[in-house]
Each structure stands twice: as C-alpha cells, then as structure tokens.
C-alpha cells in the first residue's frame, strides 16, 4: 500500500462502480446547492434590502429539513429508496427550473422565492433519509467508514469552492446562471441514482410492524450507542459552533478587517479538507466509538483555544484543528450510525442524524449569539467549549457501548451492484 492510499482510502471508489457514481453525482449535487444558496441570498438583499427577509430563509429551510425529514425517513423503510430518491430528486430539479425562469423572467417576488426555496428543502428533506442509507447498501461493511469519509470531503471540497464560483458567476451572468447550473447537477444526481440497483429496506423479525417514526426513535432510545453517538453532535454544535461569534471576535481582537473575517471559515474549511484527504489513518479503526468521541474532545479544546487566543496565527491554528476534528468526528458518527441499525430502520434513523446535523449547528449559533450579548464573545466561547468537553467526558465514561462499538469484521450481506 503506497503512502496516497494508506492516507486516503479510495477503496469505494475504486471497487464500486455504482458507488463511484453516486459520489460523484451527490458531490456535484451539493456544489450545486451551494451555488443557489449564495444566488438566494444575492437576490433577496438585492429586492428586499432587509436582513429580516434574508434571515427568514433560514426558517423557510429549517423547518421542511424537520417535518420532512421525519416523514421520509418513515416512507423510506416502506418503499424502494431508489424510487424515492429518484422522485425527490425530480421535484429538486424541477424547483431549480422555476428558480431560473423567476430571475430571466423579472416576474418573481420576494415570496414566489422563498416559496421555492421551501419546496426544494422539502423535496431534499424528504429524500435525505434515503440517500444516507446508500453508502451502507453499496458498500462492504469493512469498507463503509472510508465510504463516509468520501462522502465527506466530496461535501467540503463543494462547500469550499460552490460559494467562491458562485460570486464569480453573478458577477458574470447574474443569480440565473447559478440557478441554471444548479439545475445541471440535479440532473447529474440523477443519472447516478437512476443507474443505481433496486434499494428495497431488507426484512427482520421487527419488518411485520409499521414503519412509524415513533419506532425509530424508540429504536434510538434503546440503543445507547446510537444515543450516545446523536448526543455527542448535539454536545459539540449546539454548546461549541463558533461561526457566530467569528465577526465579533475579529472585531475586538483584529480591527474587524474583512480579510482577517474571512480567514476564519478558510481556517475551519482547510482543516476539514485536510482531515479528509488523510482519513485512511482513522477509517481503518475498528472502534469508531472512541475515534469520535476522542475528536469531539479535540474539538472542545481547540475552541477553547478560538475563545482566548490574541494572536490571529494562533487563532487561525485552533481553527484548523477544529475543523480537521469535526471531519473526523462526522465521518465516525456517520460509520457508527449505519452500521448499528438493521436496515429496515436505516431510513427512520437517518432522519434523525439528518436533522441532528442540520439543526444542531443553527442551535448553536443562535446560543453563542445570545450569550455573546449578554456578556461577550470570548466567554461564549470558552463558556460554550469548556461545556462542551465536560460533556463529552462524562458521555465517554458513562456510555461503555459507545466506546465498545467495533466495526464488523466482515459484511452481513453483499454489497448492491448494478452495471
């Protein structure tokens, strides 16, 4: 094994074609989404002027990720998760249509805008299940923490590089041509799904019951690995996300510079891709357990280190750190949740890991941002940071399961292949 490969596993891409094209379709797919989201926001404070109404697009994808994210996880463990990605991922391309025609069109309102923001989180929402549960499906258990790991960076190399183009193509051709290429990588999504075998939820003694979300989340209650792996997210986002306080620290520390500002999400973003393309060193463990909860208390101290640190180096460093922890700590929790599920309630489940890490974060911003006005930013932080770690201690000590969970050593079943 030469030294790219032992720091990178590219063994799913290399093995599996059907894999190997779904990674490549949702990769171009979450570049996509990047893209319309910067054009969104261009287009409301250009018509409205209003923070409000620019903050209100929050809501209007906040609570479809919710409601709509219960529901399909609950419908995915009935139906063929192929059929039902291909439909949701229909009804995503063809919001993006109507995103385009409203902005050629000049006719569009600030409402018809957040309408179809809403109608297209709620077609990704309900969806999302699904397409979590692929990368188990298609993947050898052995194999499915590198899986997740490709996942990830795929995600982070989009989120780096959709927001940065997306600037220039406005510039360029206005919020439609964003819309438009938007539109193309939904259709790429689809093909990779399309060619992708029937995903039918495999059958157990508890497949004869309904599949209601009740059930899954009893399921999540009585399995403390699980729990426990959902309840280290919520620990590390909602007591420690930092990106709101990143504008009032650089203001008391830095001058308020925007090139200094700018650095901090360079700093987090770099350090995430950098954990992902050196994931080989952490997805070939068998303990994602320990592997997780380790990186959550390498988050908490990092940020600790964000909260105090006068020397933008020093500040920038920490950063970095955390974001290469947070890699790692997604990637983990990913593995963990996937394989501790049998698949008749993967899509139930994946709901509630979906809407973990989608409401999570903005939890965490609106308690920084409440504590840092009530007090100040650097005791957010370090407040935040310090709860944090306690947190993850007393979940590490108490929660033996969590930190028992061993990788199988081999697949219960073959992974779905489709040429």
Known sequence: MNVCDRLLDTRPVRSHAAFRRW????TLSVFGGQLTTVAVLYQTWESTGSSLAVGSLGIARAVPAVLFGLLGGSVADTVDRRR?????????????GALVLQA????????VLLALVAAQESCGATGAPAR???TARLLPDRQLPAGMALNHLGMQT???????????????????GCYLL??????????????????????????RKPATISAGLRYVASRPELHGAFLTDVLATVLAMPTVLFPMVNEERFGGSPET?????????????????????????????????????????ALTGFGVAQQLWLLLGCLTLGGAADTISVISRGALVQLAIPDSHRGRI???????????????????GLLAGATSATFAAVSGALCCGLGILTLAVANRPLRRFTVPNSSASQPLQRG
Do not use: K
């Open 261 to 301: 500002l700018g650095l901090f999400w360079s700093a987090l973003a770099a350090g995430g891709i950098a954990a992902g393309l050196a994931s080989g060193l952490i997805t070939r463990l068998s303990r994602p357990g320990v592997v997780m909860l380790t990186a959550a208390g390498v988050w908490a101290v």
């Open 350 to 368: 994946s709901s509630v890991d979906h809407i973990v890490g989608a409401a999570g974060p903005d939890l965490g911003e609106f308690r920084g």
């Open 84 to 96: 039902l990605v291909l439909l949701t991922t229909s009804g995503q391309f063809a919001c993006a």
């Open 132 to 134: 979590r549960s692929f």
């Open 104 to 111: 050629l069109s000049g006719f569009g309102s600030w409402w």
């Open 23 to 26: 990674w490549v379709g949702s």
């Open 158 to 176: 989009a989120m780096l590089s959709g927001p940065a183009l997306a600037g220039v193509i406005i510039a360029a051709r206005g919020v439609e």
């Open 182 to 207: 938007n539109a193309m990588t939904f259709a790429a999504a689809f093909y990779a799904v399309l060619r992708l075998p029937t995903i039918r939820p495999e059958a157990d003694e508890n497949r």
